[in-house]
């Protein structure tokens, strides 16, 4: 069993966020996810992301890393698009980190170190014509993460949608998101 912490996306913690962890749970995982935006969620991801443009996603950034303080080290860190902030920095400078799960997202490993821990596996998933994630630097991310790190996995799913493994919004892709469930549960799996 592995312990997860989940961080959402820019709509907020949704139902999908929850059913998502929820999924991880029956798998026989113990998952935890906070709530970075106190409570608000959003019908778009504009206006998530213009909430945690006012928030300041530092601030966003710092909820996520205090969420994670009181459990112990050996956490995998996931996180759903704007989510991958908090769990790609956790997942590169806590010491005991067990591993990351990065989904539609994937910052430069130069944001929070020199290079990836080699001990931390990592997973990253997207859809290869989703603009936020093929077309601002992400993919590429991806890519050069997956280079240079043994222990790295890029996942690529046909399709344009942004949040497609939230089943509660309109982007969900029932295919991708099944996909990529069983994989992050092989992953978890391994990780015993």
């Not at 966020?17 to 935890?32: D, N, P, S």
């Not at 530092?58 to 050996?74: D, H, K, N, S």
């Not at 630097?137 to 996995?153: H, I, M, P, S, V």
Request: glycine share 10%.
């Amino acid at each position: 069993m592995a312990e997860v912490v989940l961080f959402h996306h820019a709509q907020g913690l949704t139902p999908g966020v929850e059913a998502f962890a929820a999924e991880l749970r029956r798998a026989g995982h113990t998952v935890h996810v906070p709530d970075l935006y106190e409570g608000h969620t959003f019908d778009t991801l504009e206006q998530g992301v213009g909430y945690a443009s006012r928030t300041g996603f530092g601030t966003v950034l710092e909820r996520g890393v205090a969420a994670a303080a009181p459990l112990g080290g050996e956490v995998v860190y996931a996180g759903f698009s704007l989510g991958v902030m908090p769990a790609q920095r956790l997942a590169q400078t806590r010491a005991g980190a067990k591993g990351a799960l990065l989904i539609s997202a994937c910052l430069p490993v130069s944001e929070f170190g020199e290079a990836w821990p080699a001990d931390v596996p990592v997973q990253v998933h997207g859809m290869d014509g989703d603009p936020f994630f093929a077309d601002e630097g992400d993919l590429d991310a991806a890519k050069e993460l997956t280079a240079a790190t043994e222990r790295a996995e890029l996942f690529l799913y046909p399709g344009k949608q942004h949040l497609f493994a939230d089943s509660s919004l309109p982007s969900y892709d029932q295919a991708a998101a099944e996909s990529l469930t069983q994989r992050v549960i092989e992953f978890l799996d391994g990780l015993r």
